[in-house]
């Protein structure tokens, strides 16, 4: 399994894998940048088909951090850590403690906090082994991440169909959502709240049903939920699903979600494009957590971490009026700004000053 060869691989500083008899540990961190600060990003336990499977995720995820980060403002790098193993029967006490250990040993170049296959409790088992994790419920800052994740979406997706259909509100936008855990959930409340009709699949036959009980989400199956011919398809599942194939069926406008990583390849970007529809960066719109974590290190208040996640509007408008006059895809000028953060400088574009970094 080689790492240096790996299309993934984009100047990442550190991977590590660590493999612990004891607790059946399996598992990697990925650092793939602590330009701006040290690498943060969630630990995700996953029952991957490989390791090469395993090693893939990890190295887009933790660039993906890396980006998401320097688009929020945020004095972070980008790194992310994964297990590997089925969360629903090989998670234990004594496999997180030694994942704690893992996070430990890098001396706090890399803190870690919870992600699919991961909660807070598993993070504060970890926490009992090492200091560098985040948030956590010890305090009225702390705890579950995803109101402000969905948050964030949804403000993306009002910008997004600003930009599009030149509304302010949701009343009769169509909106199909994957994934109804903890942030499809809640971002189905707040596009109902909006006037927005909401389609939505989990493959959890539990998730969907509280979601169409006590919010009224319609359901439908997981084959067709981002095939619906709708305004808006809103992935919060896993990523890697938009491809020449999946594209070429979509039927929505705009896609704006927030699973990571949802282009199976940069390229897929220009191909939606092409295709007419508006892509809202995943790296971009789904900063609400992390933004979250760091105004909890702050002991912020409610006001300011509301109107720091509130610029993911700007910074997405932007980004879409660039991606017009350029005609270039949204995810290369999402980039492209978030490189040109790394490198020291205060705006990628002309214009750019308006990002979430102003």
């Known amino acids: 399994m080689s790492v240096f060869s790996n299309p993934s691989f984009s100047e990442h500083e550190l991977v590590a894998f660590r493999n612990d008899r004891h607790s059946g540990l399996q598992a990697i961190i990925a650092v793939h940048s602590s330009a701006l600060g040290p690498a943060v990003g969630g630990c995700r336990m996953y029952p991957y088909a490989s390791e090469a499977d395993a090693l893939h995720d990890v190295l887009r995820l933790s660039r993906g951090m890396t980006h998401k980060s320097a688009l929020a403002g945020l004095p972070f790098g980008g790194g992310k850590s994964i297990i590997i193993g089925d969360p629903h029967t090989q998670k234990s006490r004594a496999l997180l403690e030694a994942m704690g250990d893992f996070v430990n040993s890098l001396g706090g170049r890399y803190i870690t906090a919870e992600d699919v296959g991961t909660s807070v409790a598993d993070i504060r088992t970890m926490a009992r082994r090492t200091p560098y994790v985040a948030g956590l419920d010890d305090n009225e800052h702390g705890g579950d ?157 409610e006001s300011e971490r509301l109107a720091h996640i509130g610029r993911i509007e700007t910074t997405l408008a932007e980004v879409l009026r660039l991606s017009g006059e350029r005609q270039v895809s949204t995810e290369s000028v999402a980039r492209e700004m978030a490189e040109d953060i790394l490198r020291g400088n205060t705006c990628a574009t002309e214009g750019a000053d308006r990002s979430l970094a102003a």
């Open 145 to 301: 991440p995803s109101p402000s994740t969905a948050y964030g979406v949804f403000l993306g997706i009002r910008t997004a169909v600003r930009h599009r259909y030149g509304r302010d509100k949701l009343d009769g936008i169509g909106i199909s959502i994957q994934g109804l855990g903890h942030v499809g959930f809640k971002l189905a409340r707040l596009l109902i709240e909006d006037g927005a009709t909401v389609y939505g699949a989990d493959i959890n036959a539990a998730n969907l049903e509280r979601a169409a009980a006590e919010l009224g989400v319609r359901p439908v199956s997981s084959d067709e939920v981002l095939l619906l011919p709708v305004d808006v398809v809103a992935p919060c599942a896993m990523g890697a699903i938009w491809n020449r194939e999946s594209i070429s069926r979509l039927r929505a406008g705009i896609v704006c979600g927030a699973a990571n990583n949802q282009l199976a390849t940069p390229a897929d970007g220009e191909l939606l494009r092409r295709r007419g529809v508006l892509y809202c960066p995943d790296f971009l719109v789904n900063a609400g957590g992390i933004i979250e974590a760091h105004h909890q290190i702050l002991r912020s208040g």
